[in-house]
């Protein structure tokens, strides 16, 4: 018990921070929330918008000219040459979006991988999710299809409604939430372990100092993980304030899911940096300028699209990117055993090195005297 009051003590010493944080998540949430309101639920069925498409086709071939002449019949496409040109243009809404025909489209087609490659700013969510689904929409037909024939009857407007999967705009704006949760989730639980863990190493408390360090380490841990569960349920209660009985939509326990493993991955991220860094000088900075680092580069504030191949491969190294992921696959219906699995293993190896630094630490300590 005693380790748990102290923790108490050193929690509400961040309390005026803590609050600040969610406060102003609950504000933006309510401002966005408000916007969806009026718009209404526009993607709940299919419907027919034209939009500025650029088309990047590297290939040149039939099958690609198909695509494109595709994409002709309801929208408006103009072809680029110059990618990173073209992103930028997307980024500044010149388009809706650019869609990219690889050298080798048609033999993806024959392997059914990575077929095509379509970026789009989230600026507009809405219109980023329409031409994705347009996208999906042509590729699957398309593959299902075995001769010209038969792609063309598929191409019918009944076939559309069936194909396409529905998304609401609450769907969209419930994944746009948990994916801007990441920052508030990192800030936090970095602020608040790190500086319980450097307040442990400096409290003065017999019974704290007399306790043994596995002891210790364990009783710390719950604690921690206790605090990041009310975190998560705080979240959750922001987005139910936010959306009321709207924010319960079929995929909520996927979300919930994915946002206690990312909580479990960053409170391992913050006890080992906590071995590494000991000055809560340190830790403050720690705790603003990776939180707002990792927000950026793992696509929590920019799409990934409008970031170079560099900062994506750095951002796989971190959790972070793996739990934006999974707020994306979850909307689209896609697996989440990948993501998921690679936020828990983050967690593993955080904690392992965490205990072998820890381990380190004492043995010179020990060594010393």
Known sequence: MTVFKTYLKMFF???????????????????????????????????????????????????????????????????????????????NLKYDALIIIPKDYTQRLLEKEDILEVITSNTDVENAMMIEKDVNEYLQLLLLSKNQEEFDSLLGIENKVEFVKEIKSVDIWVSEYFRASAYIIMAILIMVVCTVYVNFKEVDIRNVMA????????????????????????????????????FLIDHMPYYMLNVMVFSISILS?????????????????????????????????????????????????????????????????????????????????????GIFISNQKRSKNSLAF
Do not use: C, W
């Open 13 to 91: 010493t961040m309390k005026i921070s803590i609050i600040l944080y969610l406060s102003i998540f609950a504000i933006i949430s309510f401002g966005i929330a408000g916007d969806i309101k009026k718009r209404g639920d526009e993607m709940n069925t299919y419907h027919e918008k034209v939009y500025d498409i650029a088309v990047l086709d590297q290939e040149d071939s039939k099958e690609s000219k198909d695509l494109v002449q595709y994409f002709k019949k309801d929208h408006r496409v103009s072809f680029v040459e110059d990618r990173e040109k073209a992103v930028e243009e997307v980024y």
């Open 269 to 353: 991220f913050a006890y080992l940096m906590n071995q590494l860094f000991l000055k809560k000088e340190v830790i403050t900075m720690i705790a603003n300028v990776f939180s707002l680092g990792l927000s950026f580069i793992s696509g929590a504030f920019i799409p990934l699209a409008f970031l170079s191949e560099k900062t994506i491969l750095f951002a796989k190294f971190f959790p972070a990117y793996y739990y934006v992921m999974s707020t994306k696959n979850i909307l689209k219906g896609d697996g989440l055993y990948f993501s998921i699995g690679m936020q828990l293993l983050f967690s593993l190896l955080y904690i392992l090195l």
């Open 211 to 246: 306790m043994k360090s596995r002891k210790l380490f364990l009783y710390t841990n719950m604690a921690n993980f206790i605090f990041s569960m009310i975190l998560v349920l705080m979240i959750f209660i922001i987005g139910m304030l936010t959306m009321k009985k709207d």
